[in-house]
């Protein structure tokens, strides 16, 4: 009797010095196990006189359930400091930075582009593709630019080899002439997309740039709607109401021509990017001129339009900050990767 | 262009408009003014001093010690500067300009208090030339005896000016714009303020026989010959010089001043020839022959075409018309008897001629603007009576030789005032109209509803052609700026379905998305050395006549040389670079009716890193790992039925063996294309050695995939009973396809197969020579019950004998 409660108390003893879920588990084992010591007081009771089998039989499962009770006390015990200890946090470093997860990106002229295309098809503008090799008719002739008329100069055009048809379009405007071609009026079209001309490459100047063209054709347009018109799109790039003013701008495929003005989104006294004079040349618009309208396959007399010129390339750098048009295209990752 | 205020008040009043406000007045009605600068702004800090007494320096032969009074009245002996002079031509007495201590002359070149050879200076007389207004440094600029001591130079000589600088671009179409007299008629009609009247008068012309001209050609459309005998290659009067250098002309002598203050005045270019040089038969207007040759007036020998126009006198080119004059009749310092030719010349002509010989002049400049050819008589008469003004002298021994078949192109518009209004959008009332087409020159009657407008003739001849031509008119004078915003009244319908533009938005999307890519956007003019490097040089290519980087000649055929091009420069700094770009590419080979080379619509991708290491399992590498990109590409935008195979033409760049296109239909288009690189071009690329790389590339063609079948997007039910999933691993011999492996899983499992993926590709030698084991996971599903270890079983005896039919042979264990 006595030696079952030695057992007991060894047993218990040991449960309780038992300072993790292992260490219980093989005290569990040596007590409790199919060899443990219980097993052996169990493998003594048929050795026993009949007599006395019952007794010593309750007397060990009283002595297991005993250790089974110690054994998941302790284990509740244990489990309880567990979830405690994993709960102080102790060895957390909040500095800690977090590991680098990559990602793609897309380019900045597209995402500019994606805006404008987005802000122009709610107000009921289509997109137009438009070849970046185009004909000659289409980039110059059919937009009242006829063969030697002086305002050629001023394209620097690159010339394809051949016949002298092909060239490198030196803006977005032929596509005026093909979605005149592709659309029955009314309608409303952009025409983003590349552009090239013949310059020398420096900060400022890339020889291959972005253009969006815009084109209203409609019923008795005026240039009281291209202002409202270039007012909202304005409102729709910068968020806010910009003062602007149109000024005489020639170019040959719209009569009149306007260069539009806002008044600089970046300071109010004057900065680098308006070069102090508080106006920035945002872009090229005007009415369609009637020879191009008739190019189209259109009456003058009974439609009219407007269409406008946005430099993509220059409001991705004001948007971004950029100081050398350059980097657009040069496919750096480290520029490439920060947008 | 330049245009002087002061110049331009010798035709209007400008009292009361500062040039700051003229500068933006300009530009909002009649042309961009990109600058405004004071004229030689130094001489309003140099004053007029007198020299009062000039000395020998005590030790230098060569320098003269001056007291100079600088303060005019009052002025004691105390006052007086001592300065040192270095000029021979400093005397007691004269007027000069004098920089005083502290002021900066051009060069920012500070004038201080100095000691010259034990001589204290107190500032310097200058000459023209350390001023920035002329050549002289002879000797200092000895001013007027007139001028005010003490009084800036500037003040003094009343040449205060500010210099507008109109952008040329803006002036294109306004060949009446490229003289002051034109400006100011601008200025006249912005402000209403009258345009003063220009003398045009005559001198007296004597009764000599006309001098002989011959016109041959058709681009000479008039030409107008005036002899003058007498006249002084002298310098020019200081009032000229200072108009001159103001819009930064050089001072010749009094002829070439001449002929070019009547050009900037009045924007008709004219040429004066030495007419002894001349050949009695007089001037000869014919195009060149085929490589005659010209030296002009800069000393350039030029070769012509027959499209050239040339000045001749007998057979002899004496100048290239409407361009510049030639060496042999220059006017030289002695000439006394000179020609001056007037002319039109045809704006074609001149600008082809200026450009084939790269020559462009501020006469070649105006003429191909299409000068009006009523402009040659009163350029002529401008400069005979200024210049008997200038030297009395002179004598103009005959009438004008005025030859050609010029019309004067001046012409009537009908205006409707109703349609003024209606295309700007403004309430603008007929008389303001009429006012503002007055002021600039059209002449206004009323026919019925509408107006008649008589175009003046320097309108006429290419600017005003229309009836919107005049609206515009009426628009900029009125301003533009005055004008308020109207909204349209226009039915907004939704834009069509856009396919093509929803496709690049996709593939862009899961590209920088999911597939973590990096757009570019590349150059459509490829370098010669990178097409070389990619073996692409001899596929036909649109080329570029006139490329600004000569290597630069190529339009490419696909965005790939972009991206293996940004490779070369990205490789350096990044172990992994993954790239791709949506753009065009153009293939000469194939046009269309009108010439137009096919445009092809392209995505390429490259994907590089360093080599996989060798233990690496067998889908580790880019092309894979790209094969797989596409592949999830394709299904996302649910290609339908799309299979992969060996690519059955190879592009340049991509492995010869390797290569894999995808296609819906095997007689159709070619929807990608996925493929190592060519392990040829890595050296070339620079990817060898220490950056020696694993690359894979893939090109997709946009159009392809428009043209595509696409999968219907249904839902599919989800499995109501779990699957089994079995592995099986197969050996086999080196060449039986994985695609026929995965036939036979297809036939044994029967409809209950699920899924089939590849895990592991395995080669060892334990398989024997020439074997290779695939090892796959097989996912068995019904849509009836939960299957059993049976199903298994059952599924893997019938794998196992099918297998046997190709060789293969299941691996257990």
Redesign the interface.
């Known amino acids: 009797m006595s030696d079952h409660t030695a057992l007991l108390a060894q047993a218990q003893e040991q449960v309780q010095a038992s300072d993790s879920l292992d260490a219980l588990k093989g005290i569990e084992r040596e007590y409790l196990g199919k060899e443990g010591r219980l097993a052996e007081l169990l493998a003594q009771i048929p050795t026993l006189p009949q007599d006395e089998r019952p007794t010593a039989g309750r007397e060990a499962n009283r002595l297991k359930q005993a250790i089974v009770e110690a054994v998941e006390v302790k284990r509740a015990e244990l489990a309880e400091a567990g979830i405690a200890a994993e709960r102080s946090g102790d060895g957390f470093d909040p500095t800690l930075p977090p590991p680098r997860t990559?990602?793609?990106?897309?380019?900045p002229?597209?995402q500019v582009t994606?805006e404008l295309?987005d802000l122009f098809?709610s107000?009921?503008?289509?997109?137009l593709?438009g070849?970046?090799?185009e004909?000659d008719y289409y980039n110059f002739e059919a937009l009242n630019v006829p063969a030697?008329h002086?305002?050629r100069?001023?394209h620097d055009t690159?010339?394809?080899?051949?016949?002298g048809?092909?060239l490198?379009r030196t803006h977005t405007s032929p596509s005026q002439i093909r979605a005149m071609e592709s659309f029955e009026p009314?309608f409303r079209v952009i025409a983003p997309g590349?552009c090239?001309r013949?310059?020398?490459?420096d900060a400022s100047h890339d020889?291959?740039f972005h253009q969006m063209e815009g084109l209203?054709v409609?019923r008795?347009?005026?240039?009281?709607?291209l202002?409202?018109?270039m007012?909202t799109l304005l409102r729709g790039i910068f968020h806010r109401d910009l003062e602007i003013?149109?000024?005489?701008?020639?170019f040959?495929f719209v009569?009149?021509?306007?260069?539009l003005d806002a008044r600089c989104p970046f300071c109010e006294n004057g900065c680098s990017v308006c070069k102090k004079t508080t106006w920035i040349e945002l872009l090229p618009c005007g009415?369609v001129?009637?020879n191009v309208l008739r190019a189209g396959g259109l009456d003058p007399e009974e439609w009219?339009g407007f269409a406008f010129g946005l430099g993509l390339s220059r409001l991705v750098m004001l948007r971004h900050d950029i100081d050398d048009v350059r980097h657009?295209?040069?496919?750096?990752?480290?520029f490439?990767?920060q947008f | 262009m330049l245009i002087s205020y002061r110049w331009l008040q010798r035709h209007v009043d400008l009292s009361g408009i500062s040039p700051e406000q003229l500068c933006n007045d300009l530009?909002?009605?009649?042309?961009?003014v990109e600058g405004l600068e004071p004229f030689a702004p130094q001489l309003t800090d140099v004053v007029v001093g007198h020299v009062v007494t000039r000395e020998k320096h005590p030790d230098a032969d060569s320098l003269s010690v001056c007291r100079v009074d600088v303060q005019g009245e009052q002025t004691t002996e105390s006052d007086l500067l001592t300065i040192v002079c270095g000029a021979p031509n400093v005397e007691a007495g004269q007027k000069v300009a004098v920089a005083t201590v502290g002021t900066v002359l051009p060069g920012d070149f500070k004038i201080k208090k100095s000691k010259i050879r034990g001589v204290a200076s107190f500032g310097m007389i200058c000459s023209a030339r350390e001023l920035g207004i002329g050549e002289d440094h002879d000797g200092i600029w000895v001013l007027p005896d007139s001028a005010p001591v003490g009084q800036t130079v500037a003040k003094a000589l009343e040449i205060d000016d500010s210099v507008i600088e109109i952008d040329n671009?803006?002036?294109?179409?306004?060949p009446d714009l490229w003289g002051h007299r034109g400006i100011a008629g601008e200025v006249a009609a912005i402000y209403g303020r009258p345009l003063k009247p220009l003398s045009l008068d005559w001198p007296e012309l004597g009764q000599e026989a006309p001098f002989p001209v011959h016109i041959d050609s058709t681009a000479c459309s008039r030409y107008l010959a005036l002899p003058i005998d007498g006249a002084v290659a002298e310098p020019s009067p200081a009032w000229l010089q200072w108009l001159l250098l103001a819009v930064d002309q050089r001072p010749i002598d009094c002829i070439v001043d001449l002929s070019n203050f009547v050009m900037l005045d009045l924007g008709q270019p004219n040429h004066t020839f030495d007419r002894n040089v001349l050949a009695p038969e007089g001037i000869h207007v014919r195009m060149a022959r085929s490589e005659e040759t010209l030296q002009t007036l800069d000393g350039e020998e030029r070769t012509l075409t027959e499209n050239d126009l040339l000045i001749c006198t007998g057979e002899k080119p004496v100048a290239l018309a409407g361009i510049m004059g030639g060496e042999s009749s220059k006017v030289g310092d002695d000439t006394r008897s000179l020609l001056l030719e007037v002319a039109s010349f045809d704006?074609?002509t001149v600008?082809?001629t200026s450009a084939h010989l790269s020559l462009r002049t501020d006469s070649s400049t105006r003429f191909?603007?299409s000068l009006s050819p009523t402009l040659p008589d009163q350029a002529a008469a401008y400069f005979a009576r200024l210049l008997s003004e200038l030297q009395p002298n002179v004598r103009f021994p005959s009438p004008t030789t005025d030859l050609g078949d010029w019309q004067d192109p001046a012409f009537t518009l009908a205006l409707r005032p109703e349609r003024v209004r209606?295309?700007?959008?403004?309430k603008i009332p007929d008389s303001e109209i009429i006012s503002i087409l007055e002021r600039l020159g059209f002449e206004i009657s009323h026919e019925g509803d509408s107006l008649k407008v008589s175009v003046p003739s320097a309108r006429a001849t290419k600017d005003i052609r229309?009836e919107?031509?005049l609206?515009?008119e009426v628009?900029?004078i009125h301003r533009?700026?005055s004008?308020?915003?109207?909204?349209?009244l226009?039915s907004?319908?939704?834009?069509?379905h856009?396919e093509?533009?929803l496709l690049v938005?996709a593939i862009?999307?899961a590209?920088?998305?999911g597939?973590?890519?990096?757009?570019?956007?590349?150059?459509?003019?490829i370098d010669d050395a990178l097409l070389e490097k990619l073996a692409m040089q001899d596929l036909p290519h649109?080329?570029?006549?006139?490329?600004?980087i000569q290597a630069e000649t190529h339009?490419r055929r696909t965005v790939i040389p972009?991206l293996l091009?940004?490779l070369e420069?990205?490789r350096r700094?990044?172990e992994?670079?993954?790239?791709f770009e949506v753009g065009?590419g153009?293939l000469p080979e194939k046009t269309n009716e009108?010439?137009?080379?096919t445009?092809l619509h392209l995505a390429g991708l490259v994907w590089a890193s360093p080599p996989p290491l060798a233990k690496a399992s067998f889908n580790e590498n880019r092309f894979s790992q790209l094969h797989g990109v596409v592949h999830t590409l394709l299904n996302q935008l649910k290609v339908k039925d799309f299979v992969w195979r060996s690519a059955a033409s190879v592009p340049s760049w991509a492995h010869p063996a390797k290569a894999l296109e995808a296609v819906c239909d095997p007689e159709g288009e070619v929807l990608a294309v996925v493929a190592p690189l060519d392990p040829g071009l890595n050296a070339g690329l620079g990817l060898d050695g220490d950056l020696s790389s694993d690359v894979a590339i893939a090109e997709i063609s946009l159009d392809a995939l428009l043209a595509a079948p696409h999968r219907a997007s249904h839902y599919q039910a989800v499995p109501k009973y779990p699957g089994i999933k079995v592995d099986v691993a197969i050996s086999l011999a080196e060449d039986t396809s994985a695609q026929s492996v995965e036939e036979v899983i297809q036939q044994a499992a029967k409809a209950q197969l699920a899924g089939v993926e590849l895990f592991d590709v395995y080669r060892g030698e334990n398989l024997g020579e020439g074997r290779k084991s695939l090892a796959y996971h097989v996912l068995l599903q019904s849509e009836n019950k939960t299957l059993s270890d049976k199903d298994e079983q059952k599924f893997l005896r019938r794998f196992e004998k099918m297998i046997e039919g190709i060789g293969g042979e299941l691996r257990k264990g």
Do not use: W
């Open positions: 990559e990602r793609g990106s897309l380019h002229i597209t994606r295309e098809q107000m009921g503008y289509s997109v593709d070849p970046e090799v004909l030697d002086p305002a100069d001023s690159f010339f394809c080899e051949g016949d048809h092909l490198m009314p590349k090239f013949h310059e020398t490459t020889h291959t209203v409609d008795e347009i005026s240039v009281a709607h202002i409202g018109a007012k003013r149109l000024r005489p701008g020639f040959p009569e009149p021509g306007f260069e009415l001129h009637p009219g657009l295209l040069a496919n750096d990752v480290r490439l990767e | 530009t909002l009605s009649t042309a961009e671009k803006s002036l294109t179409h306004r704006a074609v600008r082809r191909e603007k209606a295309d700007l959008g403004a229309i919107r031509d609206i515009e628009g900029r533009y700026d004008i308020a915003e109207e909204n349209m226009a907004v319908k939704p834009p069509p856009d093509r533009r938005r862009q999307d590209l920088a998305g597939a973590r890519f990096n757009e570019t956007v590349g150059y459509t003019f649109v080329q570029i006549q006139n490329p600004v339009v972009n091009g940004a420069t990205n700094l990044h992994e670079i993954r790239l065009k153009y009108r010439g137009e080379p445009e």
